[in-house]
Nanobody, 124 residues
Framework: QVQLMESGGGSVQAGGSLRLSCVAS????????MGWFRQAPGKQREGVGG????????LVSDSVKGRFTISQDNNKNTVYLQMNNLKPEDSAMYYC?????????????????WGQGTRVTVSP
């Protein structure tokens, strides 16, 4: 069982930056992908990007490309989401999640562990 804990959310003005962290604990040996998602009130959960744990590669969605980057620290079992040039439309609850699927982007139902989320609020 994997437990996930996000941190780093907060309130910033447009143009500002935040770095979110997701620390994984428990049995992470079967984790193939660690993903970042966000969900704004009244909207569907949206994938932001993630990290292929066995390939060592990252990806971000087109909607945030050029502003958000993902990195990881294996020693700390942590994946980071660096968010720059934030916009009000980036305001949402941000979650990390893990999936045993490796080598391709997991479907939403293929994630089997979720954190409780960290809130990001961007003011104009």
């Amino acid at each position: 069982q994997v437990q996930l804990m996000e941190s780093g959310g907060g309130s910033v003005q447009a143009g500002g930056s935040l770095r979110l962290s997701c620390v994984a604990s428990g049995d992470t040996s079967n984790t193939g992908f660690m993903g970042w998602f966000r969900q704004a009130p009244g909207k569907q959960r949206e994938g932001v990007g993630g990290f292929y744990t066995r390939l060592g590669t990252t990806l971000v969605s087109d909607s945030v490309k050029g502003r958000f980057t993902i990195s990881q620290d294996n020693n700390k079992n942590t994946v980071y989401l660096q968010m720059n040039n934030l916009k009000p439309e980036d305001s949402a609850m941000y979650y990390c999640a893990t999936s045993p699927v490796a080598g391709r982007l997991p479907k939403l139902y293929e994630y089997n562990a979720w954190g409780q989320g960290t809130r990001v609020t961007v003011s104009p």
